[in-house]
């Protein structure tokens, strides 16, 4: 239970990481030259340092991107819940689900009154991630 | 510079500025030009990504059929070449210009298709017993789902790929999260099973189950049982697929075959099914209606309404509430609660439409894999 598939992870292509390269080393430069320029007050000393971080923040973002989740396949499987249960006295045996389990099948004596006990039930609970305001 | 050129470049004799000018200019005139093209360009990369997903999907469906082939079939070959062949399977439907007749055409056809299917699992798996080949049947029929989702999606994305057709791209784009959701429900399919447990669509069946269970059973059509139990001081025939096999059986032929033996003197029919869900609307929740609650290409719904028809017999259905991924991965809880709402509401709609004495069909439908009887 709870098996997941391997994930693959997303290759960055070459291109992209030089794409990125560039974007920064421009970017750095820019704020450098704002930084130069900002003592000699020249007006253009905000433009160059604007320009340097939306350089950084476009470089980060696209760093993000490539890195973005893992390929995943939704092979996830749920916790699935056996409950088995003895007609006579009520004892409850409740357990993992097995290969070859089904409801209604005679499972094992009852370790109470040795009767004979049945599959009474076969599920998995999930939690809900939050009530819907428009429920 | 020159005054001309400056004044289309405002920024002075600012170098930065103009070069600044100059590119914008550009990415605006490229935009105008080439926009189209870029925003094709991003629709194919997610189309791309998403398709990604599907190949891992599909892969890893063949990989668990053949799993499962090996591990309870015990053959003495290797089964991937047969799988594969049986992942390419296709079922013609037939032709529907002149449509007299055309459920009997395709029932024959998918009768044919279901015994092939079913000697195809035999042979791959050799040792199975009975249960474990219909359950084996199932998650072949997943991963054969997987892999057409796959390919059909990769026909129209490699064919606007070659084509550079904005709106092939554009409409895989816009039905692609559906799909997703779809081939996802799937994925989570064929592990529950592989292994037999009980999915959400089985909740007509496991209703029946509740009600028939230590009566006597027979056999009344194909993969379908009857026990008749009193209910509420009526005689009910309480019908399902036979289960823990994944199996729906054919429901229609098991209530026209009860309605023939008691000549008509049914007095209703009740039938359960899982029903697709609106959003927002809670899995598990319980609706009552009329007519006949059965899914499927539409063959046992159309002999039912053929039967109750001939004897005017009202039908009630009782529905189970619940999503795609639901129907077909493990019964959730609330789902298997479900089924005692669903035996009081029957019992309700009997006292109150049908008198003491009075014979009546409860047919619980869906696949039974993983309940018994």
């Known amino acids: ?135 | 510079m020159i005054p001309q050129v400056s004044q289309l470049f405002p920024g002075g004799d600012n170098i930065v500025a103009l070069i600044f000018q100059l590119i914008f200019t550009a990415l605006f005139v490229a935009f105008i030009f080439y926009g189209q093209r870029i925003q094709m360009y991003v629709m194919l990369r997610e189309v791309e990504s998403r398709l990604l997903q599907l190949k891992l999907m599909r892969d890893e469906g063949r990989k668990m059929a053949i799993a499962t082939i090996k591990e309870i079939g015990k053959p003495n070959e290797d089964p991937t070449e047969r799988v594969d062949r049986f992942l390419e399977y296709i079922a013609i439907t037939p032709q529907s210009m002149d449509p007299t007749g055309i459920v009997w055409k395709l029932e024959h056809v998918l009768d044919v298709r279901d015994i092939r299917f079913k000697d195809e699992a035999k042979l791959m798996a050799p040792e199975a017993d009975e249960v474990q080949l219909n359950n084996l049947e199932n998650t072949l029929e997943a991963a054969l789902a997987l892999n057409i989702i796959y390919k059909v999606i990769r026909h129209f994305y490699l064919l606007g790929k070659k084509t550079l057709s904005l709106y092939i791209i554009m409409q895989l784009q816009m039905v692609l999260p559906l799909i997703m959701r779809e081939a996802e429900a799937f994925a989570s399919a064929l592990k529950a099973f592989a292994i037999g447990q009980p999915i959400g669509d089985g909740a007509g069946a496991l209703v029946a189950a509740k009600l028939m269970h230590g009566h006597e059973k027979r056999r009344i059509a194909k993969d379908i049982v009857v026990a008749t139990v009193p209910l509420e001081g009526r005689i009910a025939h309480v019908l399902k697929s036979e289960g823990p096999g994944g199996n729906v059986g054919k429901p229609g032929d098991g209530i026209r075959r009860i309605i023939e033996e008691t000549e008509g003197k049914i007095a209703a029919i009740v039938m359960i099914d899982a029903a697709l869900k609106l959003e927002g609307e809670k899995p598990g929740d319980v609706a009552e209606g009329v007519g006949a609650a059965i899914g499927g290409p539409g063959i046992d719904q159309f002999k039912i309404e053929e039967s109750v028809l001939k004897y005017k017999i009202p039908v009630n259905a009782v529905i189970v509430k619940e999503d795609i991924g639901d129907a077909v991965s493990p019964m959730r809880k609330e789902i298997f609660d479900a089924a005692d709402t669903v035996i009081q509401r029957i019992k309700r709609l009997i006292l109150e439409r049908t008198k003491k004495g009075d014979s009546i069909i409860i047919a619980g439908i869906g696949n039974t894999i993983g309940i018994g009887q």
Do not use: H, W
Not at chain 1, 29 to 40: H, M, P, Q, R, V
Not at chain 1, 81 to 101: A, S
């Open chain 1, 1 to 135: 239970m709870g098996e997941k598939a391997e994930p693959q992870m997303k290759k960055i292509s070459p291109f992209s990481l030089v794409m990125i390269f560039i974007t920064v080393v421009l970017s750095v430069f820019a704020l450098l030259l704002g930084l130069a320029t900002y003592e000699s007050q020249d007006s253009a000393a905000l433009s160059y340092m604007l320009i340097g971080f939306i350089g950084l923040a476009i470089s980060a973002y696209l760093l993000l991107q490539t890195k973005r989740k893992p390929l995943q396949v939704a092979f996830e499987m749920p916790r699935v819940i056996t409950t088995i249960l003895c007609q006579k006295c009520g004892f409850k045996n409740i357990r993992d689900f097995q290969r070859g389990d089904y409801i209604f099948k005679e499972a094992e004596p009852c370790p109470k009154c040795n009767e004979k006990m049945m599959i009474a039930s076969i599920y998995r609970e999930v939690k809900e991630k939050g009530e819907e305001r428009l429920g």
